[in-house]
């Protein structure tokens, strides 16, 4: 087999619909020589995708959860281009830049752009890189010194910075006009914004075709040294897509560093709750008597008024129930998306709720009257009571994780757990 000949990795390839029990399958096709560098190794990733590939969040995702630092092309043009030309001429707004740009191209050559991006990268070489070359902008896009035949270019990159692999988020004209014409459905749109609404969708073909063409090169270019990864997005899914993505990259190993759309379930009752039995489940299970130091623990520490003077040595602080839950969550965050707690044997039913003062929301209700709000979670974990009916009541304690309580849970307790598991989230992503 030649070192160019791409292989299929079957395992990504997925069912995993959040909208229907019908899921879309997720095609990732990795190339021969894809793999993370060394250790000791700067790993580089381009990463390539036009309009409604959903490049945007897979890349804000994989900056959360793995930490990786993103080199923008687009950013650098705003960034380096005015100290470049200030001594002939003053770029006070991006408009000033893009218009320059249009006049005269020859000012943002690639080998330029790549130097720029190699300095960023060699003076911190300790994080993963993901490069954004070719921004969604048409000012950009459309410029013949940076959009061109790169193989020169990339392999004099390569000679002090080698790129481990490219991604391509594959997406085909049909396949776009699909997600048009979703998200128009989806969407409220005022009556009469039809025009304008056709607009925008001829517009973002437009941009696609322009885009589609400018990477070619590029994508050429790692796909004959058998570096490509090609993960075809057609289906518009994005949590399946993500998922595929997530499961790719902790196949490399890549630990992961925080939670990223992640579901937990709260199992009051146990694993077997009537005639629902969470076990057989898509959900790793925490059992927070097995993982807490004390079962009997409180949920949060008090606060109490005045603290009482420490002995020498003394003994660490207590851990609390949501510290132990969130812990878990984080130690498991790179193996799977999707938990289920189980807190039978411990004092999470009997916690006392607080008063609070502050008005601040750090979850937020999702009403079963909204359409699918509920019955996606429900169906995406495969968790329909008789086939029809969710068992359970949705929150959403930050961006990142939402929370299903059973119906029975009181709601200030549900609102109790979300707050505490929210400013645990907080407090990780901020560190």
Known sequence: RSSSEPRQRPEYVRKMSVLDINAPYIPITVGSNVCFPPSGTTPIIFIFGGPGSGKGRIVANLRSMFGMKLISAENIVLKYL????????????ANDIAELVKREPSHV??????????????????????????PNLKWLVRNTSLVKECAAE???????????????????????NKTLDYSHKVVCVP??????????????????????GAIQPFLTYFSSLGRLVTMDVSSGASEPIWDCIHKFFIDQSLPAQVLVD???????????AGNLNLTNCDLTPIYLRDVVQDPHAPLVRSRVAEAPPLSYPH???QETLIEAIYEQLHKLAGLHPYFVVDPEGTSVMSAVIPQRG??????????DKEEGCINKFAVKLNLLVGGLKPYFKCLS?????????????????????????????????IA
Request: with cysteine; net charge negative.
């Open 262 to 272: 992640s579901v937990v379930v709260f199992a009051m009752d146990g694993l077997q």
């Open 191 to 212: 009556q009469g914004a039809t025009v304008a609404d056709e607009a925008d969708s001829t517009r973002t073909k437009r941009r696609f075709q322009l885009h589609e």
């Open 358 to 367: 502050d008005k601040m929301v750090v979850f937020s209700d999702v009403p």
């Open 82 to 93: 005015p100290k470049k030309v200030q001594h002939f001429i003053t770029l006070s707004t």
């Open 397 to 429: 304690c930050s961006h990142d994780i939402t929370l299903l309580f059973p119906s029975n849970v009181p709601d200030d307790l549900c609102h109790h757990i979300a707050f505490l598991l929210a400013t645990n989230h907080s407090a990780r992503v």
């Open 315 to 317: 003994p660490p602080p």
């Open 154 to 176: 990339l392999a004099a990159f390569e000679e002090k910075t080698p790129a481990s692999f490219a991604i391509h988020l594959s997406l085909t004209e049909d396949s776009l």
């Open 109 to 134: 050559p690639l080998d330029w752009v790549l130097r720029l991006i190699q300095h960023i990268i060699m003076a911190d070489p300790h994080h993963v890189y993901i490069v954004d070359l070719i």
